[in-house]
T-cell receptor, first 112, second 109 residues
Framework: DAEITQSPRHKITETGRQVTLACHQT?????MFWYRQDLGHGLRLIHY???????NKGEVSDGYSVSRSNTEDLPLTLESAASSQTSVYFC???????????FGEGSRLTVL | EDQVTQSPEALRLQEGESSSLNCSYT??????LFWYRQDPGKGPEFLFT???AGEEKEKERLKATLTKKESFLHITAPKPEDSATYLC??????????FGKGTRLSVIA
């Protein structure tokens, strides 16, 4: 079965360190998204991509970057982790621009 | 700016006690309203998409409806396994989904 996987599922890091969260999907979807989920804020869009070499900023993109070198992967990088970036991060993909999103299981990041 | 407001924030029901969750939205040029279910420690799971006012969709004990300003998720005779957070999201043309904060539903046996 096709799926979307995130790694690591849990990570603890220190302020100022670079962190990369991986997202890999086997549906061959062109559209991929990163959201963060925090109590009181719901899901907020960080970055998204509509295809290889395409990346776009979302609502809360400061301090994050993505790159899309192939269809299957959209890694999310925190260049210098901050405590405010402690959150649960979800990757998602969709087949079409109008279709539903399929989510991964999430990556819980703690920045100390 | 697109806005999605869900109410109530939390809802506690007895098993079999039917109720509704509300999602009100402000978006120009709606291209879809989506409902998701999220279990603790898991990613959101797609339930329904509604595209036009008057549209309804059903799945087991859940029925979603849409008007020009809001959507309702009706839960008929809920069971404890329906306990989850229910998320509403909207999309304008060719833009990513914008989510509400969710309603946390607890169904007590």
């Amino acid at each position: 079965d096709a799926e979307i996987t995130q790694s690591p599922r849990h990570k603890i890091t220190e302020t100022g360190r670079q962190v990369t969260l991986a997202c890999h999907q086997t549906w061959n979807h062109n559209n991929m998204f990163w959201y963060r989920q925090d109590l009181g804020h719901g899901l907020r869009l960080i970055h998204y991509s509509y295809g290889v070499h395409d990346t776009n900023k979302g609502e809360v993109s400061d301090g994050y970057s993505v790159s899309r070198s192939n269809t299957e992967d959209l890694p999310l990088t925190l260049e210098s982790a901050a405590s405010s970036q402690t959150s649960v991060y979800f990757c998602a993909s969709s087949e079409s621009l109008s279709g539903e999103l399929f989510f991964g299981e999430g990556s819980r990041l703690t920045v100390l | 700016e697109d806005q999605v407001t869900q109410s109530p924030e939390a809802l506690r029901l007895q098993e079999g006690e039917s109720s509704s969750l509300n999602c009100s939205y402000t978006v120009s040029g709606l291209r879809g309203l989506f409902w998701y279910r999220q279990d603790p420690g898991k990613g959101p799971e797609f339930l329904f998409t509604l595209y036009s006012a008057g549209e309804e969709k059903e799945k087991e004990r859940l029925k979603a409806t849409l008007t020009k300003k809001e959507s309702f998720l009706h839960i008929t005779a809920p069971k404890p396994e329906d306990s989850a957070t229910y998320l509403c999201a909207v999309r304008r043309r060719n833009t990513p989904l914008v989510f509400g904060k969710g309603t946390r539903l607890s169904v007590i046996a």
